[in-house]
């Protein structure tokens, strides 16, 4: 089998949204929960880092591993993924990564090209400028995102403070011209940084037909990733999806995203609610919510939430430490996800949040994960083991999912 395309995901669930549409395009893919010692075999591996938010030398080092790891393997293309809402700060990581595998991919004329656009869930890039449905970047939820906060929708601008090479444009009446025309911009480009406008699929279409030959560095949302495996798969039917079997088992949910839509999710929930701050765990640790937790899944679907509305994170950040205050949610939510899967019977768990799932599938052991069904679009549900024990996880992006997800994922669980 031929690795058609190596991805380097910027966190978990941004490598699950990715791999369902690498899947959907027909690559059989997988993913792995950081750089494989072997990689396996598959039209199409994603390793899943977690380095957004990392310091920009580990996010680089860790990039460039994986990176070499999947090229080594026979990789014919290379794509960095990140954030559909750029998610970054001035330091980076988006740009750092980019020109540190730019440099592998072509060492004589390094150029990264991309665009975070994925119109299936409402991301579209006009002129240089992220919107999220019909608002600016900077308009939307994600202006006050805890980490990463997005007050600038001009993606020019935000990858120029992040980057040592220059960042140009392919403005979106160059895009509607056709491939050759984004191919003729990108090929004056000597080094750096291209972002491509992109408003619809057709969009995407034109931009992997125009750089989907190899010889740059591909990069943005699952979108382009998507456009790409199509050409790549040239018509493949989909692989048939793997499944848990008939066993239920019981349901339980792991919130600790702070993002809009998850708040909204978590108030749409109808079971029990166990909620959760990074104060009332520093005071007494994570035993008695486990105890708790283990009491209340004996009768029904139980949420397990640390979301809060912005004002209260802002308050457990000021009192801990903003790296404290979410270490110590992770860790928590981590600690009941072992516990439910070696001593309660859970078998399928949603996760909400990048950081939360990175955490949760590092303290189970998770390495592997293949592309279930889907539950909503970038939201599959993901198979994989712990020592021995099939698992299915739905690792969920903070803004993804409607309201509902909570509720209606468990209806599409393999």
Known sequence: MTLALGIVADDLTGACDVAEAATDAGLATVVSI????????????????????????????????????????????????????????????????????????????????????????????????????????????????????????????????????????????????????????????????????????????????????????????????????????????????????????????LSGSTSERTREQVAAFRGRVLRVSPQDLAASGATALVAEVEAALRDEAVLVSATDEPHAVRAAQDALGRERASALVEAALAEVAVAAVDRMGVRRLIVAGGETSGAVAAALGVTLLRVGRSAAPGVPWMLGERDGTRLALLLKSGNFGSPELFSTAWESAP
């Not at 999947?70 to 990789?75: I, Q, S, T, Y």
């Not at 191919?183 to 619809?200: F, K, M, Q, W, Y």
Request: hydrophobic letters at 45%.
């Open 34 to 253: 950081g750089a494989p010692s072997r990689v396996p075999a598959a039209d199409c591996v994603v390793v899943a880092l977690k380095s957004r938010t990392a310091d920009p030398d580990v996010a680089v080092a860790d990039s460039v591993a994986s990176a070499r790891r999947l090229l080594d393997a026979g990789a014919e293309r290379l794509y960095q993924k990140y954030c559909s809402t750029f998610d970054s700060t001035d330091s980076g990581n988006i740009g750092p990564v980019a020109e540190a595998l730019a440099d592998l991919v072509s060492p004589e004329r390094p150029v990264s090209v991309g665009t975070p656009a994925t119109p299936s869930v409402g991301r579209t890039q006009y002129l240089g400028h992220l919107f999220v449905g019909d608002r600016l970047l900077s308009e939307s939820s994600l202006r006050d995102h805890p980490l990463t906060p997005m007050r600038d929708p001009d993606l020019v601008r935000v990858l120029g403070r992040q980057a040592t090479r220059a960042v140009s444009l392919v403005p979106h009446a160059i895009v509607r011209r056709g491939a050759d025309a984004v191919r003729a911009a990108i090929g004056s480009t000597a080094s750096g940084h291209v972002l491509l406008d992109a408003l619809d699929e057709s969009d995407l279409e034109v931009l992997a037909e125009a750089v989907g030959g190899g010889g740059v560095l591909i990069g943005g949302g699952a979108g382009l990733a998507g456009a790409v495996a199509r050409r790549l798969a040239a018509g493949s039917a989909p692989a048939a999806l793997p499944s848990l079997g008939d066993a239920q088992g019981p349901r339980l949910i």
